[in-house]
């Protein structure tokens, strides 16, 4: 999952959060505000009729104080104007059939959900009655009980809890939807980040980062620009450690070569020079031991050896493409390959491009590859057909592509892993030229290919 998307679902799960504490904070302060409004309408009450009490005791001072509340007067229209809408205020002592006096409840606050209606007084409590005396000096005076509506109390939680959820809302999604585009803008370097990665790893180190603002962007944007400078000073490195253990190699073959052609080749031909005079003895004495049969055979094992001898050679000198060209030398290579047997599969060769101006190493390298690759479908395969492509592909990215596909099956997997002397010298001639190698399964066989740049 994008680290984007997780930002942003953990903010919505946050904005989700603060949403329902904020709607439980709600309802309790609008449940709970039923109660102040009580006993402020008991407040007032009590002291207007404070005052209509004081009002008639001056004007009425025969009476008993029992007896000067309560008075008409106090229920008036004034008095009402005191009670909060869904609070019912009586007087006590009460006069007989007398009825609260109630705030306008009608109308008050939508109606509720019955679920709504059931939870709120569960786990808020009901709402308790509040008495004041209508004169703390006066006992006599009576007091002022103010009960509040059960149900217009739901009703009004319930109007102030849909205003603020209205609110809540627009602002939950105002913040989620600015906090998301502010997540993503700042994380919109992270891509370059990856994209310069993923250069990276096909090959192009030094790739430049834009100049990021965040501080700790700008520091891993600093540690990638910093890592592929290492690892482009550590492929030149390796590809100039690999090139020179190549011309050491090539010292080493040449040097074997010599050795192989100067004693080994010269004692082969004193074998064979012996085995045929003693060949000829034997015929000239009619002798019939069996020892010109064995001087005959010893000849040809003798030529078999040098026959092979000569192989070995071919492989261990000097490159062709020093001497005739990469053109010329792979049309010897096949032709080499072709004029051995008449039952050996059929090789075809494509050439492509220019390639009279290609020398030195790239030259080399090409002709290593084709001539591994040819030997081992020809030795290690089954192949009717092997088709040895070349192609110069010009342009920016001048590169020679070196492609051998055969049809003699083969586990292209295994082969890739394989560890022989023969792919893993090729895979360093092309490393160390700055190209790259890969070994796919093919139409019933394996195809190799290798692309060498020409301005490495």
């Known amino acids: 999952m994008r680290l984007v998307l997780q930002l942003v679902a953990r903010l919505l799960l946050i904005v989700a959060l603060c949403l ?13 505000s ?29 009476r008993a104080r029992e007896h000067l509340l309560p008075v008409p007067e106090w229920r008036t229209l004034d008095t009402m104007k005191l009670i909060s809408p869904g609070v019912c205020v009586e007087f006590q002592p009460a006069v007989a059939f007398e009825k609260p006096l109630c705030g306008q409840s009608e109308g008050l606050g939508k109606t509720p959900p019955r679920w709504f209606a059931s939870i709120v007084p569960i786990f808020l409590g009901s709402h308790a009655e ?11 005076a009576g007091t002022v009980v103010a009960t509040p509506d059960a149900a217009a109390a739901i009703s009004l939680a319930w109007e102030y809890i849909l205003n603020v959820i209205d609110v809540a809302l627009l602002m939950a999604a105002a913040i989620a939807l600015l906090a998301s585009l502010a997540i993503a803008h700042t994380l919109a370097p992270a ?5 310069a990665l993923q250069r990276m790893a096909r090959g192009h180190y030094r790739t430049k980062l834009p100049r990021f603002r965040s501080m700790e962007l700008a520091m891993i944007g600093g540690a990638v620009g910093e890592l592929g400078t290492r690892l482009e000073e550590a492929t030149e490195q390796r590809a100039a450690l690999t090139r020179r253990l190549i011309e050491i190699r090539d010292d080493e073959r040449r040097a074997l070569a010599r050795e192989l052609h100067d004693e080994f080749g010269q004692n082969l031909a004193a074998i064979l020079a012996f085995a045929d005079t003693i060949e000829t003895a034997s015929a000239k004495q009619n002798r019939e031991d069996g020892i010109a049969q064995d001087a005959r055979m010893i000849s040809q094992a003798t030529h ?31 032709d080499s390959w072709r004029s051995q047997s008449a039952a050996r599969p059929t090789i075809q060769l494509d050439l492509r491009g220019d390639l009279t101006d290609i020398s030195g190493p790239a030259a080399t390298t090409a002709y290593r590859v084709a001539q591994e690759c040819l030997t081992n479908a020809l030795r290690h395969g089954a192949a009717r057909e092997i088709s040895l492509r070349v192609e110069r592909r010009a342009g920016e990215d001048d590169a020679l592509l070196i492609r051998v596909e055969d049809d003699g099956g083969g586990d ?29 399964p093919a139409r019933g066989g394996l195809s190799v290919a290798a692309t060498i740049p020409l301005a490495a």
């Open 20 to 32: 329902g504490a904020a709607t439980v904070w709600a309802t309790f302060d609008a449940y709970r």
């Open 34 to 62: 039923v109660d102040r409004a009580t006993a402020a309408s008991a407040q007032r009450v009590a002291q207007a009729l404070q005052a209509l009490y004081w009002h008639e005791l001056l004007l009425r001072s025969s």
């Open 130 to 140: 509040v008495v004041r005396p209508v004169s703390p000096r006066a006992a006599a």
């Open 191 to 195: 891509r370059a980040i990856v994209t």
């Open 304 to 334: 078999h050896l040098m026959a092979s001898l000569r192989d070995a050679l071919k492989r261990l000198r000097n490159p062709l493409p020093e001497e005739l060209g990469l053109e010329a030398s792979l049309v010897n290579l096949v």
């Open 412 to 440: 292209a997997e295994r082969v890739a892993r394989s560890a022989g002397f023969g792919l893993t010298g090729i895979r360093e001639r092309v490393a160390a030229a700055g190209g790259s190698l890969s070994i796919l």
